[in-house]
């Protein structure tokens, strides 16, 4: 890992990385809570190396020319591609809609679905314990003084862990991208059809279990008066409803010579309420296919026990 603090060093790097395929990054930010400052740049080239030519940490913490010019050379260049956890966080410093080609692994984790990745939160910690061999991870030093200078031991090995997590995570989640997205054009239906049918059994008794157990909580919980369990909060809220008739609200924006032009939504019972008199009615008529699959029964006298999706 290279902690470099001289202007002259970071500027010879960044010129350096603008030639990058890939860039694993982070940001530490000084009074994040109040007036935040950009304190360091945390800069990962290769995935599976944390060795002093693959790790730089940028300190440029009120030297705003510095971090022009990292978003010039860098984030606007879109032959890089930037890998960031939370993305929209870091690029608030880093150049905003300036930035171009920018991976974000928390959008690509949440897009995975969650039998393929069961984790209880989308946290970096999180999801480096999950996919990587990762354990123990200490965030402590994320909500430290990063406005301090010198930085501690505990930061500088703190802020180059972040990038080897993300790095870890980022190779993780390509790996299951095929798994979640895949071709339909080769999906072997057969197979997919087979495993459908071995879990929606269990799937519609565990919904079903969960539902009730749901309901019984909520009753449970109202009828003893009690607010919140070690393991549920119960609240409530108050849902407002303004109904006019057609007829009224007619009425009142001829009176009022207001002017309200909005498309409606004719449902097949105001069609039937119009009658033959729908054809006076100037109209766009939208069309929309929508697909379901419904399970066939092995025998064909029987209804399918699976539900349909």
Same mark, same amino acid.
């Given at each position: 890992?290279?902690?470099?603090?001289?202007?002259?060093?970071?500027?010879?790097?960044?010129?350096?990385?603008?030639?990058?395929?890939?860039?694993?990054?982070?940001?530490?930010?000084?009074?994040?809570?109040?007036?935040?400052?950009?304190?360091?740049?945390?800069?990962?080239?290769?995935?599976?190396?944390?060795?002093?030519?693959?790790?730089?940490?940028?300190?440029?913490?009120?030297?705003?020319?510095?971090?022009?010019?990292?978003?010039?050379?860098?984030?606007?260049?879109?032959?890089?591609?930037?890998?960031?956890?939370?993305?929209?966080y870091d690029l608030k410093f880093l150049g905003?809609?300036?930035?171009?080609?920018?991976?974000?692994?928390?959008?690509?984790?949440?897009?995975?679905?969650?039998?393929?990745?069961?984790?209880?939160?989308?946290? &970096?910690?999180? /999801? %480096? #314990?999950?996919?990587?061999?990762?354990?123990?991870?200490? $965030? =402590?030093?994320? !909500?430290?003084?990063?406005?301090?200078?010198?930085?501690?031991?505990?930061?500088?090995?703190?802020?180059?862990?972040?990038?080897?997590?993300?790095?870890?995570?980022?190779?993780?989640?390509?790996?299951?991208?095929?798994?979640?997205?895949?071709?339909?054009?080769?999906?072997? &239906?057969?197979? /997919? %059809? #087979?495993?459908?049918?071995?879990?929606?059994?269990?799937? $519609? =008794?565990?919904? !079903?279990?969960?539902?009730?157990?749901?309901?019984?909580?909520?009753?449970?919980?109202?009828?003893?008066?009690?607010?919140?369990?070690?393991?549920?909060?119960?609240?409530?809220s108050q849902r407002k409803t303004l109904k006019?008739?057609?007829?009224?609200?007619?009425?009142?924006?001829?009176?009022?010579?207001?002017?309200?032009?909005?498309?409606?939504?004719?449902?097949?019972?105001?069609?039937?309420?119009?009658?033959?008199?729908?054809?006076?009615?100037?109209?766009?008529?939208?069309?929309?296919?929508?697909?379901?699959?419904?399970?066939?029964?092995?025998?064909?006298?029987?209804?399918?026990?699976?539900?349909?999706?």
């Amino acid at each position: 890992m290279s902690y470099l603090t001289a202007p002259e060093s970071i500027k010879a790097v960044i010129y350096q990385l603008s030639s990058a395929q890939t860039l694993w990054l982070d940001t530490e930010v000084a009074d994040y809570k109040n007036k935040p400052r950009l304190s360091l740049i945390q800069v990962l080239t290769t995935p599976n190396e944390i060795k002093s030519d693959h790790l730089y940490l940028f300190d440029v913490l009120d030297q705003p020319e510095l971090t022009t010019l990292f978003i010039e050379n860098i984030m606007a260049n879109p032959a890089i591609e930037k890998v960031f956890h939370n993305a929209n966080y870091d690029l608030k410093f880093l150049g905003k809609k300036q930035s171009k080609n920018v991976t974000c692994t928390l959008v690509m984790a949440k897009k995975i679905p969650y039998y393929l990745l069961p984790v209880p939160n989308y946290q &970096l910690k999180t /999801l %480096a #314990t999950q996919l990587g061999d990762f354990t123990n991870i200490d $965030k =402590q030093e994320q !909500s430290s003084d990063w406005g301090q200078r010198p930085l501690t031991e505990k930061q500088l090995e703190y802020a180059q862990m972040d990038v080897v997590y993300l790095a870890q995570i980022h190779q993780c989640l390509l790996k299951l991208q095929p798994l979640a997205a895949p071709d339909p054009t080769t999906e072997d &239906l057969n197979k /997919l %059809a #087979t495993r459908y049918q071995e879990i929606a059994h269990q799937w $519609k =008794q565990l919904d !079903s279990e969960i539902t009730h157990i749901q309901d019984r909580l909520k009753q449970a919980m109202k009828t003893q008066h009690v607010d919140q369990t070690d393991s549920f909060k119960l609240s409530s809220s108050q849902r407002k409803t303004l109904k006019t008739t057609f007829a009224q609200l007619s009425e009142f924006v001829q009176t009022q010579n207001l002017e309200l032009d909005f498309p409606l939504t004719l449902t097949q019972a105001l069609q039937k309420q119009l009658g033959e008199t729908i054809q006076q009615l100037p109209t766009q008529e939208e069309n929309t296919t929508v697909w379901r699959l419904i399970p066939k029964a092995k025998d064909h006298n029987s209804e399918s026990e699976f539900p349909p999706f």
